[in-house]
């Protein structure tokens, strides 16, 4: 995952779906647009039905040589031949890089604490996520805002992702201080997720 100077789309999976159906949709959007690598963030917590969905999505990244990474399963990325894990916070990156190796990609997402961004920035993280980036109700209604993007992009080289909540507005705004968008919920929902996409990133 490399800097640009546009922002790049990393997108992220719903916390639940089809296995019959989200591989196509997937496969959809990811020829729809340019995309630098999707995260499989189900919710499950069934290894089994992990397992079988980080198969279908590999296939289908790695067919496009798209990057695929697992949320939080340190142990599953190697065993399942994914790229690498994002993890919540700076606590396990040391780990996740010895264990996976210094070619794979380990992130971390770090709400909206710019303290603990730095630290994930200093165990090795190769790129660290803040959100929600935009307002919801889900959580306690923190968000990271305008000046911690900017300040992050002008004092911090380790790549930064703005996801959570997002719309064009946000994309536009955010645009000139970010390395990426995490993008997922903002469009799986719609009819047609690749439109939808289309949509969310016409000001970019």
């Given at each position: 995952?490399?800097?640009?100077?546009?922002?790049?789309?990393?997108?992220?999976?719903?916390?639940?779906?089809?296995?019959?159906?989200?591989?196509?949709?997937?496969?959809?959007?990811?020829?729809?647009?340019?995309?630098?690598?999707?995260?499989?963030?189900?919710?499950?917590?069934?290894?089994?039905?992990?397992?079988?969905?980080?198969?279908?999505?590999?296939?289908?990244?790695?067919?496009?040589?798209?990057?695929?990474?697992i949320s939080q399963h340190l142990r599953?990325?190697?065993?399942?031949?994914?790229?690498?894990?994002?993890?919540?916070?700076?606590?396990?990156?040391?780990?996740?890089?010895?264990?996976?190796?210094?070619?794979?990609?380990?992130?971390?997402?770090?709400?909206?604490?710019?303290?603990?961004?730095?630290?994930?920035?200093?165990?090795?993280?190769?790129?660290?996520?803040?959100?929600?980036?935009?307002?919801?109700?889900?959580?306690?209604?923190?968000?990271?805002?305008?000046?911690?993007?900017?300040?992050?992009?002008?004092?911090?080289?380790?790549?930064?992702?703005?996801?959570?909540?997002?719309?064009?507005?946000?994309?536009?705004?955010?645009?000139?201080?970010?390395?990426?968008?995490?993008?997922?919920?903002?469009?799986?929902?719609?009819?047609?997720?690749?439109?939808?996409?289309?949509?969310?990133?016409?000001?970019?």
């Amino acid at each position: 995952m490399a800097e640009q100077e546009h922002p790049q789309i990393y997108l992220i999976s719903p916390p639940e779906f089809e296995l019959s159906r989200f591989p196509d949709q997937l496969a959809r959007v990811l020829d729809a647009r340019e995309i630098a690598c999707f995260r499989l963030a189900l919710a499950s917590q069934d290894e089994d039905r992990i397992a079988r969905a980080a198969d279908a999505c590999r296939a289908v990244c790695h067919e496009r040589d798209i990057a695929i990474v697992i949320s939080q399963h340190l142990r599953l990325a190697e065993r399942l031949g994914l790229d690498g894990v994002h993890l919540d916070g700076a606590r396990g990156i040391r780990d996740a890089r010895t264990e996976l190796g210094e070619d794979a990609i380990v992130g971390a997402y770090c709400g909206a604490s710019r303290h603990d961004g730095m630290n994930a920035g200093e165990a090795g993280a190769d790129y660290v996520a803040f959100g929600p980036a935009g307002d919801t109700p889900l959580g306690d209604g923190t968000r990271a805002d305008l000046e911690l993007f900017s300040w992050w992009s002008e004092m911090i080289e380790v790549p930064v992702v703005a996801e959570g909540a997002l719309n064009q507005e946000l994309v536009a705004t955010l645009s000139p201080s970010v390395d990426f968008f995490g993008i997922g919920s903002e469009i799986w929902s719609a009819e047609d997720p690749a439109v939808a996409l289309g949509t969310l990133l016409a000001k970019l």
